[in-house]
């Protein structure tokens, strides 16, 4: 079995502010992990992954995350938001064998809001 | 253009109807999923399928059922079992055999059940 925590359902932050959204994972077997963000109104798109190697990975709009597999962790960061940050953020994991090969697992989401 | 397509975008159907959405891809991709999306609950997938004319359960499968008899097609039917199916539902696919690519989301579908 898999299943992903998102600790924070909301996060109010103030503009230029750093954030961090964090998120654990629980999986018997091997996984991929990823993070998605979806603007009001909107599918879902693809902000970042961890395929291997280094622990912290980039990715678009200035996020990174980094990975602790010790701690089953893979938290968002970001050392200064914009009023365009705001919208919700999804942590996934993508099975990759056993039972759940292929299952992809979202958590609850968080709700970043940026106040100017 | 390359993508996934979800079609109506709302949907209305009286209670205890059936009711089918549709998804289709053109990306080529193996894998496919339906998610029902509700406030403060995330993402909570219903189906998934890894190739053709094979699909597993997901974690709140009851009251839904699905098929996959082409690769670019993954329909998701509401049954009158689902228990409360007013719900924004949204259809995913990705690569099957790589499971560290991302997965790509159509617009989605706002059933309404009346």
């Not at chain 2, 975008?9 to 205890?16: A, C, D, Q, T, W």
């Not at chain 2, 894998?31 to 509700?38: F, G, I, N, P």
Request: with cysteine; glycine share 10%; hydrophobic share 30%.
């Amino acid at each position: 079995a898999q299943s992903v925590t998102q600790l924070d359902s909301q996060v109010p932050v103030f503009e230029e502010a750093p954030v961090e959204l964090r998120c654990n994972y629980s999986s018997s077997v091997s996984v991929y992990l990823f993070w998605y963000v979806q603007y009001p109104n909107q599918g879902l798109q693809l902000l970042l992954k961890y395929l291997s190697g280094s622990t912290l990975v980039k990715g678009i709009n200035g996020f990174e995350a980094e990975f602790n597999k010790s701690q089953t962790s893979f938290h968002l960061r970001k050392p200064s938001v914009h009023i365009s940050d705001t919208a919700e953020y999804f942590c996934a994991v993508r099975g990759a064998g056993g039972t759940s090969y292929g299952k992809l697992t979202f958590g609850q989401g968080t709700i970043l809001t940026v106040h100017p | 253009d390359g993508g996934i397509t979800q079609s109506p975008k709302y949907l209305f159907r009286k209670e205890g109807q059936n009711v089918t959405l549709s998804c289709e891809q053109n990306l080529n991709h193996d894998a496919m999923y339906w998610y029902r999306q509700d406030p403060g609950q995330g993402l909570r997938l219903i189906y998934y399928s890894q190739i053709v004319n094979d699909f597993q359960k997901g974690d709140i499968a009851e009251g839904y059922s699905v098929s996959r008899e082409k690769k670019e097609s993954f329909p998701l039917t509401v049954t009158s079992a689902q228990k409360n199916p007013t719900a924004f539902y949204l259809c995913a696919s990705s690569t099957g055999g790589q499971m560290n690519t991302e997965a790509f989301f159509g617009q989605g579908t706002r059933l309404t059940v009346v």
